[in-house]
């Protein structure tokens, strides 16, 4: 009986061992993988750190692009190329919505897929530099561009498809799909477009001109020659992040039996058709003498101005390169002792628009 009670009692110690291990396996298992899951969320935020400048570089391109291919679609008259018959002058070619009594005024839909591809060439040329970003180490590869615009009354719906590779060290990631809301009452513009060419259409010998008070936007005719009229329509309703009404052009060929005296004003439209502003370059502010001591921290914030108001980027070249955030200016870094001494350090800041400032300042580490 007692060699019974010995063998239970060795059994009950060997289970009370063996639940001991089994419980401390079991929370350094749990340990780890909550270790790892944070390691790996640690690895993605810094990730999206790291990603967000290029992400927001992205957007502002692709915002401005779409800014100005709407502009740009307002001066030739809803076309990325203006088709023929057109209006021939010194400087540009005006499209016809009624020419010799034939209304040429393109429907909404054709309108959408020019302002497309005004939309696609624009990001090919001014969204595909990547350079900046190069510096700092990632790859950043492109694939074809997509651009689809939907026209309403009071604003212009845009998407566009633009696959992006990004790639440092082992991390690959992506970016596609944006999606901008124009404030441009494009739609309404082209409803009154449409009415004046019916208007014409149905006096072309003498258009009532008090029917262009009766529009909430402000119109004029300009007489080119004899038997041609350029329609200026300027909507200051439609507003941009960049403060500029929004003008809209076509142009009427009448018949020669309609033709009226010479009235020409070049000049006027030659203004009109300049409507893009010259980028004013940033200003990087003053950066004086700095040091930092080893193995503290060391935090100085890169100041600029822009007059345009445009996204700003911040660079810097040397041992502050990874340290820079580029959207805000900010460098923050604890060095270590091999980096002691004196370095001359080259700050840049660059806008939306490439326009650049440089400056060189010195960093002394103690």
């Known amino acids: 009986m007692k060699r019974s009670k010995a063998q239970i009692t060795l059994f009950i110690i060997l ?37 967000s400048p290029i992400n927001r ?32 002058t010194n400087f540009s070619n005006i499209a016809y919505y009624s020419h010799k009594g034939n209304v040429l005024a393109p429907t909404t839909k054709i309108v959408e897929k020019e302002l497309a591809k005004i939309i696609e060439e624009n990001i090919l040329i001014d969204c595909t530099d990547y350079s900046i970003f190069e510096k700092l180490g990632f790859n950043i590869e492109f694939n074809d561009i997509n651009a689809t615009t939907k026209i309403y009354n009071n604003e212009v719906i845009i998407n566009v498809d633009y696959p992006l590779s990004i790639k440092k060290d082992n991390t690959i ?5 944006f999606t901008y809301a124009l404030p441009i009452r494009l739609g309404h513009m082209l409803d009154v477009s449409n009415e004046l060419v019916s208007a014409v259409s149905d006096e072309p010998y003498a258009l009532d001109l008090t029917l262009l008070l009766n529009y909430d936007v402000d119109i004029s005719v300009i007489h080119y020659d004899n038997c041609n009229d350029v329609y200026i ?51 990087l502010e003053l950066i004086p003498y700095l040091s930092a001591i080893t193995n503290q921290e ?38 270590n ?30």
């Open 15 to 51: 289970v009370t061992i063996l639940l001991f291990v089994v419980g401390i396996g079991i929370y350094f298992i749990s340990n780890l993988q909550k270790e790892k899951i944070q390691n790996t969320q640690e690895k993605i935020q810094e990730s999206n750190l790291e990603l």
């Open 57 to 88: 570089y992205v957007e502002e391109c692709l915002k401005k692009a779409s800014i100005e291919s709407a502009f740009e679609l307002g001066l030739q008259q809803g076309y990325n190329e203006v088709p023929s018959p057109y209006l021939d």
């Open 173 to 177: 990631s992506s970016v596609s799909k």
């Open 233 to 283: 329509i300027v909507d200051n309703e439609s507003k941009t992040t960049y403060g500029d009404d929004y003008v809209f052009t076509f142009g009427v060929g009448l018949e020669e039996q309609y033709c009226k005296v010479n009235d020409s004003t070049e000049k006027l439209l030659l203004n009109i058709s300049s409507y893009y502003k010259e980028n004013n370059n940033p200003v």
């Open 298 to 335: 060391f935090s100085y914030k890169l100041n600029a101005y822009d007059l345009d108001n445009d996204t700003l980027f911040f660079l810097t070249e040397g041992i502050l390169q990874n340290y820079t955030y580029v959207l805000s200016g900010e460098i923050r870094f604890k060095p």
């Open 337 to 366: 002792e091999s980096l002691k001494g004196m370095h001359l350090i080259n700050a840049t800041v660059i806008d939306i628009n490439s326009g650049s400032d440089s400056q060189q300042f010195y960093l002394e580490i103690k």
